[in-house]
């Protein structure tokens, strides 16, 4: 699943609930915000997109911002569940570790791409916004935090999930660039033999 999609609540016919207009609404920003950035896309293109009143939309978000900070948070559990079940699909915790840029070089390839949603956020309005700037960073040290755990599971020292991180970073906004599967299996290449210089030394050094 590509960390840019989200789903809306179908509506039953008639006028929806807060809850299910909320989801209309968010299902579009993600979209829309993934595609163009979110300072392209206004307002009275989120009402139309989402078929939800502009009162109600303002009702419901008394601001843009808090639109964004959702929209992150839901690309946040996006790429989660998606990087998570690549994993969980591994056969052993080196495989764990690898399968990390399988999933990269899927997404690479999934129509619409256009790179780190979070990077690009950051990019674009992060300097102007300190919660946004701090969202970022959440999900990138739980993106590191989490590679920390996989190797800790491997047996291999704790400094080998931030080169893993960093070769991730790397791969998607070159792929961003290159339109290109080609960076996963390049950092793939790279992340093997780190992962496998890390087993050697955690090994020798026991």
């Known amino acids: 699943m590509s960390p840019h999609e989200s789903a809306g609540k179908a509506l039953a016919p008639g006028k929806p609930d807060d809850d299910a207009a909320r989801e209309l609404v968010l299902a579009a920003a993600s979209q829309l915000f993934y595609a163009r950035g979110f300072t392209a896309v206004g307002m009275d293109e989120l009402r ?83 919660r946004i700037t701090d969202i970022v960073r959440e999900q990138k040290k739980h993106f590191q935090d989490y590679l920390a755990q996989l190797a800790a599971g491997a047996g291999a020292p704790a400094a080998l999930a931030p080169q893993l991180a960093i070769l991730a970073e790397g791969a998607i906004t070159t792929a961003a660039i290159s339109a290109s599967a080609e960076p996963a299996r390049q950092a793939r290449a790279a992340a093997e033999i780190l992962i496998d210089v890390a087993f050697h030394n955690s090994r020798t050094n026991r």
């Open 48 to 130: 139309a997109e989402s078929g939800v009143s502009l009162k109600r939309l303002y009702r419901l978000f008394p601001a843009k911002e808090a639109i964004v900070e959702d929209v992150l948070h839901i690309w946040r559990d996006i790429w989660t569940t998606g990087v998570t079940a690549q994993v969980e699909a591994a056969q052993n915790p080196r495989e764990q570790l690898l399968a990390v840029y399988d999933f990269l070089a899927s997404w690479f390839t999934s129509e619409g791409f256009r790179g780190c949603a979070f990077i690009n956020s950051f990019g674009e309005v992060g300097g102007a916004s300190g």
